[in-house]
């Protein structure tokens, strides 16, 4: 239990606990933590819209054959209504921001510094808490649905809006401090384009960046 504890406390500083969320403050720069969490810079990205000025059914065929050759998939269309929603799973670093963590160790040798984003898809570094040394793997997974309307405008001219869904994955595996057998943690946040989400028990902060959509976007051109 004693382990546990320690443990989950390491994950949830690590992960970004508030207290060592990085503030501007006057004069003199403060002390470095040992463990360092800032949250995303960007502001939080509304849906994005691009006018085309093609017929839709026109729009609508080139932009079918110019995401048929990318890393997206169609997960289901309604032409009749102009609708389509496509899918992606993968690396979240390209399309989300979840601020950055650095984390120093005192080790023999010397100190030694991991500083890495938080949407990083994978990640190992290490801890150290009341001297015991904690090994840390880290997954981080991506899967985003992204809604897309085509309207007319005018008889030769489209509008095409796009708004994601997106659904985030963080595994988590550490051992260490004496303990052979790893604690492992599994947390999912859900949030939609134009907002952020938080992981539960860590004040990581999660949002779209917008290239999701601009990059299907940009398929129209």
Do not use: H
Request: one cysteine or more.
């Amino acid at each position: 239990m004693k382990i546990s504890f320690l443990l989950a406390l390491g994950l949830i500083t690590l992960a970004g606990c508030s207290m060592f969320e990085s503030r501007p403050q006057p004069g003199p720069p403060p002390v470095k933590p040992p463990t360092a969490y800032v949250k995303p810079e960007i502001e939080v990205v509304s849906a994005l819209e691009r006018d085309v000025w093609r017929p839709k059914n026109a729009v609508w065929k080139k932009f079918m054959l110019a995401v048929s050759r990318t890393q997206f998939y169609i997960d289901r269309l309604d032409e009749s209504k102009g609708e389509l929603q496509v899918r992606y799973s993968g690396d979240p670093q390209s399309y989300v921001d979840c601020g950055r963590v650095s984390n120093t160790v005192k080790l023999p040798e010397g100190d030694k510094t991991f500083d890495f984003a938080a949407a990083s898809p994978y990640q190992q570094y290490q801890i150290m808490r009341k001297g015991k040394m904690f090994q840390v793997e880290r997954r981080m997974g991506l899967t985003a649905s992204v809604r897309m309307v085509f309207s007319d405008v005018e008889a030769e001219k489209t509008r095409v809006a796009a708004a994601s869904t997106y659904n985030l994955t963080r595994d988590q595996s550490v051992v260490g401090g004496g303990n052979s057998k790893p604690l492992l943690l599994n947390d999912t946040i859900s949030f939609n384009t134009g907002e952020s989400g938080t992981f539960p028990n860590a004040a990581t902060k999660c949002q779209p960046n917008g290239k999701l959509e601009a990059e299907l976007l940009s398929l129209l051109k």
